[in-house]
């Protein structure tokens, strides 16, 4: 069910204070893009399938450990095939609230903290 104008007005109108209010939040949410790694990709690939035929061929010859060995490769093979590629992080601008306090101090607090000084910013009428 598409939304109605007003709908729409009203969810751009939120989206806009949102990147306005809380640019911490949004860069910490959507910062990150993830590009897959293509070569860790082609490798796992090729370490699965010579494991799969290491392992097929260590139940052939009844050898235990030769089809162990193999499935010790095929499972580092997915793993090194399903690991997160290089993240591409965005710069956000530091909200004034940020800039007052050193980034060592903003490290050490804790989530909420974090929430309850935003909390007393917006309460004292900086936000």
Same mark, same amino acid.
């Given at each position: 069910m598409p939304l109605s104008e007003q709908e729409q007005r009203l969810l751009e109108e939120m989206e806009r204070s949102l990147y306005h209010n809380d640019a911490e939040f949004v860069a910490s949410v959507g910062g990150t893009r993830l590009r897959p790694n293509y070569r860790s990709i082609v490798l796992g690939v090729l370490a699965g399938v010579v494991g799969i035929a290491t392992l097929v061929a260590g139940v052939a010859i009844q050898q235990l450990w030769? !089809? /162990?060995?193999?499935?010790?490769?095929?499972?580092? %093979?997915?793993?090194?095939?399903?690991?997160?590629? =290089? !993240? /591409?992080?965005?710069?956000?601008?530091?909200?004034? %609230?940020?800039?007052?306090?050193?980034?060592?101090? =903003?490290?050490q607090q804790g989530f909420m903290d974090k929430l309850n000084d935003r909390w007393d910013r917006r309460q004292d009428g900086q936000q």
């Amino acid at each position: 069910m598409p939304l109605s104008e007003q709908e729409q007005r009203l969810l751009e109108e939120m989206e806009r204070s949102l990147y306005h209010n809380d640019a911490e939040f949004v860069a910490s949410v959507g910062g990150t893009r993830l590009r897959p790694n293509y070569r860790s990709i082609v490798l796992g690939v090729l370490a699965g399938v010579v494991g799969i035929a290491t392992l097929v061929a260590g139940v052939a010859i009844q050898q235990l450990w030769l !089809g /162990v060995i193999g499935f010790i490769i095929m499972f580092g %093979g997915v793993l090194l095939a399903l690991t997160p590629g =290089r !993240g /591409v992080k965005a710069t956000a601008t530091p909200s004034p %609230g940020q800039a007052r306090r050193p980034a060592q101090a =903003r490290s050490q607090q804790g989530f909420m903290d974090k929430l309850n000084d935003r909390w007393d910013r917006r309460q004292d009428g900086q936000q």
